[in-house]
T-cell receptor, first 113, second 111 residues
Framework: NAGVTQTPKFQVLKTGQSMTLQCAQD?????MSWYRQDPGMGLRLIHY???????DQGEVPNGYNVSRSTTEDFPLRLLSAAPSQTSVYFC????????????FGPGTRLTVL | GIQVEQSPPDLILQEGANSTLRCNFSDSVNNLQWFHQNPWGQLINLFYIPSGTKQNGRLSATTVATERYSLLYISSSQTTDSGVYFCAPCISNFGNEKLTFGTGTRLTIIP
């Protein structure tokens, strides 16, 4: 099993550009989530999904969209990138719930100029 | 929302030393997880521990849910233990579960 994979590993955007961060898991997990990690602030939840077709907002959802058309994939879209979105983004998955053991992807480091 | 405090924020130890990391949380929780983020950024789940004590090799964790804290013990530290340790309590609100991460303890093990 590859576990949780994320692409790209690094990305540089200009203000106003859009892009999609990809996340996939091959463990047949129902629960998937996106976090951002900023220096000194731990991880903050952006969006999450409890199964295909079901998504909900987390703590810091503004400026991001998600969709969940399959169990395996959970892409994160930045609609119009801003410097405040410079961060490291992590995707995570678990069997059913947030409280189940979480498995994290390797992260995407995004810089917005 | 729930407040999560980890202490100490930074810890520097010689190889072979023991350490205790603490996680305090402000509300009742369903469970709690501990993670290690290595120097390359990878987050690894160490423990799923809603209550009681668990051990895995040189690491052990204890959660006292009634007193709203959890402890992570690292014995005989090795340089590979360096990194940031996060606790993440899980709360349930109207059927929705969410993890809230603390700001972490940065551990540096000196050879």
């Amino acid at each position: 099993n590859a576990g949780v994979t994320q692409t790209p590993k690094f990305q540089v955007l200009k203000t106003g550009q859009s892009m999609t961060l990809q996340c996939a898991q091959d463990m047949n997990h129902e629960y998937m989530s996106w976090y951002r990690q900023d220096p000194g602030m731990g991880l903050r939840l952006i969006h999450y999904s409890v199964g295909a077709g079901i998504t909900d907002q987390g703590e810091v959802p503004n400026g991001y969209n998600v969709s969940r058309s399959t169990t395996e994939d959970f892409p994160l879209r930045l609609l119009s990138a801003a410097p405040s979105q410079t961060s490291v983004y992590f995707c995570a998955s678990s069997y059913f719930l947030a409280g189940d053991t979480q498995y994290f992807g390797p992260g995407t480091r995004l810089t917005v100029l | 929302g729930i407040q999560v405090e980890q202490s100490p924020p930074d810890l520097i130890l010689q190889e072979g030393a023991n350490s205790t990391l603490r996680c305090n949380f402000s509300d009742s929780v369903n469970n709690l997880q501990w993670f290690h983020q290595n120097p390359w950024g990878q987050l690894i789940n160490l423990f799923y521990i809603p209550s009681g004590t668990k051990q895995n090799g040189r690491l052990s964790a204890t959660t006292v849910a009634t007193e709203r804290y959890s402890l992570l013990y690292i014995s005989s530290s090795q340089t590979t233990d360096s990194g940031v340790y996060f606790c993440a309590p899980c709360i349930s609100n109207f059927g929705n579960e969410k993890l809230t991460f603390g700001t972490g303890t940065r551990l540096t093990i000196i050879p």
